[in-house]
Each structure stands twice: as C-alpha cells, then as structure tokens.
C-alpha cells in the first residue's frame, strides 16, 4: 500500500508560539523567510482574540506549503524544477528553478517565496531530508504545544489517520480542488478569555 504523508495541526493545542516557525529556520535555513508562519484568522493582525465578548478565543493557524494531492504549482513549472513525490511530499529542485516564478502565481497558498540571494524560489519540503532517514519534520518534533502531528494518513493505526478520524477536521481552499496534505482540527471548546 502506498504511503500518504500528512500533517495534521490541531488547533485546540496551538499556542501561537512560532515555535514551529523557528524550527524550520534552523532546520531549513530559508533565506526568503520561514516557510511556516503562524496566523491568526485575519494574518493581518497577530494575536487578536476571535469572535464576539463575552465568548473570545484565540485561534491560530500555522500556514505551510500544502503538499498537494494535485499541485497546480508542479503544473506551472515550464523546468520540472517541481517534483509530486509518491508518498505526498512536493520537492523542489532549486538547480533546475529558473525564477520565472510561475509557480508562485499558481499556489492559492501564497507559500512559495522569492529567494533574491539565490535567484530562485523556496518552498517547505516537508523536511524530506529528515523523512528519507525516518525521522519526522523538524516542525512536529519541535512544536511546543505538540499541535503539528505527522504520518501515513493509509495507515489506520496512525496518529494522523486517527485524528482526521476521530476528529473533525478541515483544510484550506477545499473547493479548488487541490487536495491539501495538511489537515487542521478546529477547538474542541471555545475558551473564554475575559
């Protein structure tokens, strides 16, 4: 049976605390910025409570590369520096990227970044260097609040398989199609802040 990588990020565990964000700079060393950020519901405000007093809440959403089942990244790249691997991951040849930036237009993500030192993009990798050693990405092994899970979402015994399972859980821009690999759990209750 073949291996489907995922992420699951249970949001009822997340602290905002970036820590996942710093992982992935020293794991990564992305000169473009970190390819996981942590937001909250409007990215353009940071740690504002969600909804209405006298129920706040604190959501976050830490945002990465989807790892598409169908990338339309991989699609728009005229260089095949953008590879789909097998079991989920999407790679990226930065030798072969020749900066036309075709497949930063083409993520509904807004997750792949210019890297102007290098003259190519950059983009999360699921840490497969790690992966092809057995390890997990260095963002899940990091995590504070221990939110980022990681496995073979065909393996039924698995964390991941049993929280999209078990739990309710959701995905980012489902209606295009693209089939994200990286699922979020929303909060189990609504905790109030006042």
């Known amino acids: 049976m073949a291996k489907r990588l995922v992420l699951v990020i249970d949001q009822e565990r997340c602290i905002g605390c970036e820590t996942c964000t710093v992982a992935c700079n020293l794991e990564n060393s992305p000169a473009a910025g970190p390819w996981i950020r942590v937001e909250t519901r409007d990215a353009r405000i ?20 989807m790892h598409c089942t169908c990338p339309p990244c991989v699609d728009a790249c005229p260089t095949g520096a953008l590879v789909k691997r097998d079991d989920g991951p999407v790679i990226l040849d930065e030798a072969q990227c020749d900066a036309c930036m075709s497949c930063q237009d083409a993520c509904p993500y807004d ?8 003259g190519a993009v950059e983009k999360c990798h699921l840490c497969s260097h790690r992966i092809d ?5 260095f963002c899940a092994i990091c995590c504070e609040g221990q939110a980022i899970h990681f496995g073979d ?3 039924p015994d698995s964390k991941v398989a049993q929280l999209v399972r078990d739990r309710e ?5 489902p209606e295009l199609g693209t089939g994200p690999s990286v699922y979020y759990c929303p909060p189990l209750k609504r905790r109030r802040l006042v």
């Open 169 to 173: 859980t959701f995905q980012l821009k």
């Open 153 to 155: 979402l065909e393996d």
């Open 111 to 118: 997750v792949i970044l210019f890297n102007e030192e290098k």
């Open 46 to 65: 940071k740690d504002t409570p969600v909804g209405r007093y006298p129920e706040l809440r604190m959501e976050f959403l830490p945002r990465l590369c």
């Open 133 to 137: 050693q057995g390890l997990e990405p």
